[in-house]
């Protein structure tokens, strides 16, 4: 279904923006995946194995190790989630959550007339994005790649995986760090 044809056509767009703009961060998942049988998508108990709250919880899912996605079932302009302990950020507002391993209350389905999902991003978490132009979504084309750090002061790494155009799988390992309230 053309997101043009059902549901808020602007939300269907920046849903939509989103998705390809997380394609490298995909791909890179999917290349571990091949490599380790990690998922990627999951459930939250799959990492959060040691806090007994997520074992229940549904309606939440991992991408990767360090975003967690809130699936919105019905119509709401918030919502709560859970968040195991650490340092989350969600992702449309950088509004910072500090969590113990706890329920957040309130959290915006509806920024800006636009309804998403809530999707938090773990501090220390480093994202290989899209540059997605404004009227184009044809992943065909894409081929300026960001990178979107969201620091700590804990050494994180993650590794990018893309394909050249001889075939061959590129691979970067980057990390980041706080170290004197510098990157």
């Given at each position: 279904t053309s997101p043009a044809e059902f549901g808020d056509i602007e939300s269907n767009l920046y849903n939509t923006k989103l998705r390809y703009q997380l394609a490298?961060?995909?791909?890179?998942?999917?290349?571990?995946?091949?490599?380790?049988?990690?998922?990627?998508?999951?459930?939250l108990v799959i990492y959060y194995q040691h806090d007994k709250k997520v074992?229940?919880?549904?309606?939440?899912?991992?991408?990767?190790?360090?975003?967690i996605i809130k699936q919105i079932l019905n119509s709401t302009k918030f919502t709560k989630v859970y968040l195991p302990a650490g340092t989350w950020i969600l992702y449309r507002t950088d509004d910072i959550y500090n969590s113990r391993g706890e329920w957040f209350y309130n959290i915006p389905v509806v920024v800006d007339n636009?309804?998403?999902?809530?999707?938090?991003?773990?501090?220390?978490?480093?994202?290989?994005?899209?540059?997605?132009?404004?009227?184009?979504?044809n992943i065909d084309t894409l081929d300026t790649v960001i990178i979107k750090i969201f620091p700590t002061i804990n050494e994180t790494?993650?590794?990018v995986y893309n394909d050249n155009e001889n075939?061959?799988?590129n691979i970067s390992i980057i990390t980041q760090k706080i170290n004197n309230n510098r990157l």
């Open positions: 490298p961060y995909y791909y890179s998942l999917a290349y571990y995946l091949h490599k380790t049988g990690s998922p990627i998508v999951a459930p074992r229940h919880i549904t309606d939440q899912k991992c991408i990767g190790e360090n975003i636009v309804i998403s999902p809530p999707l938090f991003i773990k501090a220390g978490a480093i994202v290989p994005l899209y540059v997605i132009p404004d009227r184009s979504f790494k993650f590794i075939g061959k799988t």
